[in-house]
């Protein structure tokens, strides 16, 4: 299973050389002002804002971030680590369908922390060069991993893949994230979930 991706460059690509000390203090704070911007305005909140906020110029910015996904994938990379340990934690459980379930669910926790997020996960799926490739490859491979154990145990179908749940998932969250008033859904259509893998 693949472990936590560093983030050393916008990409996620490992950097030919180390950033200089400014550079690195422009980068972090980027990122601190751009993950609170995502949790409160989305992740369509204004990359001008997010610059000025972190007292740099736009085009510092876009030095550090060439697009809006690099950025995304910068601001998830603690989330990633995260969703990563979960699914090691996970791996021996004693019911490994409920320990597919309940990563999924993490991850759908995930992105409903941010608006936008699992709309942007989704086309990350269909297109390896995207700079969200990074989040999704290693989670992709790390439920492969869940799946395979639960399908293994008699307790999950053998038709169901990996890509077709996380694009489920996705879709889960992405619903959520339409029905505010209703915290109770995504956990509802994750016990569906549950009944159709069986």
Not at 72 to 90: G, K, T
Not at 108 to 137: F, I, K, N
Request: charged share 25%; hydrophobic share 40%.
């Amino acid at each position: 299973m693949a472990g936590p991706i560093s983030m050393e460059t916008d990409t996620g690509r490992p950097s030919e050389r180390p950033m200089r000390a400014d550079a690195r203090r422009n980068h972090e704070r980027l990122v601190g002002v751009a993950r609170t911007a995502f949790a409160e305005h989305g992740t369509d909140a204004s990359l001008e804002d997010i610059a000025r906020q972190a007292g740099v110029g736009i085009g510092t910015l876009y030095r550090h971030f060439p697009h809006r996904h690099a950025l995304l994938n910068a601001v998830f990379q603690d989330a990633l680590r995260s969703l990563l340990d979960r699914s090691r934690e996970l791996a021996g459980a004693e019911a490994p369908c409920r320990a597919l379930v309940d990563w999924l669910g993490a991850i759908v926790a995930h992105a409903g922390e941010y608006r936008g997020l699992a709309r942007a996960l989704m086309s990350a799926s269909q297109d390896v060069t995207s700079a969200l490739a990074p989040c999704h490859l290693p989670l992709r491979e790390a439920g492969a991993g869940l799946l395979r154990r639960a399908q293994e145990s008699g307790s999950v179908r053998a038709d169901v893949s990996i890509d077709d749940l996380l694009q489920l998932t996705n879709a889960i969250a992405l619903a959520a994230e339409q029905s505010p008033n209703d915290p109770e859904l995504a956990g509802r259509l994750l016990r569906l979930t549950l009944r159709g893998l069986k």
